[in-house]
């Protein structure tokens, strides 16, 4: 079993719908990562955090660290969130998840 | 700017032939990672520098090896790629302190190629 999980691993959607991204760890972590990476390999941080929540313009991350989850969503999703969405915990090092594909259609 | 920044965005390199890989910061962050990357998979680990402190995982073939001469400047040697190693290779940098770690910053990757 992978230390950590997310999901979905794919996901489509139409154009203005609420997104949820989930993950789920099974380690001792300081802080966690969400991360966004288009086609093209660049990996751009959303968010950092330790705990409760953050949000920045559509997007937002919460984090329960008594039950080893956070999730990710994002408000009136447009096409141009495409991309692959990564959680990414920090340990000893740093361990990230598969990521979620998301495909939000016009 | 560019706070990580990897050379090259792309690379073809022959089977066999020796190839590095460059990567670079202005943070003076005390942590870089190199992760390899394959397709529709996660980031994959190889090893980081804790300052000059290498850590290798241990599934990291030893045909990968890396040299960090500065804070600034961490390298990826690859001393006789194969086809599987042909990859998007990114570099990472954190600065770790105590219990606490503060955000990673990424490059925008090389993407490697093997012919």
């Known amino acids: 079993k992978n230390e950590v999980e997310q999901s979905p691993q794919n996901l489509t959607a139409q154009e203005g719908e609420f997104i949820t991204i989930n993950c789920s760890y099974s380690?001792?972590?300081?802080?966690l990562h969400w991360l966004q990476q288009h086609p093209g390999g660049g990996i751009v941080s959303l968010f950092m955090l330790s705990s409760g929540k953050k949000k920045h313009g559509r997007l937002i991350a919460t984090i329960n660290i008594q039950e080893k989850h956070s999730s990710l969503h994002i408000t009136a999703s447009h096409p141009r969130d495409s991309a692959v969405y990564i959680c990414a915990v920090y340990s000893d090092k740093i361990i990230f998840g598969k990521g979620t594909r998301l495909h939000i259609l016009p | 700017d560019a706070m990580v920044i990897q050379n090259p965005r792309y690379q073809v390199t022959q089977f066999g032939k020796p190839v590095t890989l460059s990567c670079s910061q202005t943070l003076n962050h005390n942590v870089m990672y190199w992760y390899q990357q394959k397709s529709s998979q996660a980031p994959k680990l190889l090893f980081h520098?804790?300052?000059?402190?290498?850590?290798n995982e241990a599934d990291t073939p030893d045909n990968f090896q890396s040299r960090r001469p500065n804070t600034s400047f961490c390298f990826l040697d690859i001393r006789s790629p194969g086809l599987g190693d042909a990859a998007m290779y990114l570099c990472?940098?954190?600065?770790?302190?105590?219990?606490?770690?503060?955000?990673?910053?990424f490059g925008q990757g090389t993407r490697l190629t093997v012919v």
């Open positions: 380690v001792g972590i300081s802080a």
């Open positions: 990472a940098t954190s600065r770790v302190g105590g219990f606490m770690n503060t955000e990673a910053f």
């Open positions: 520098y804790y300052d000059k402190d290498f850590n």
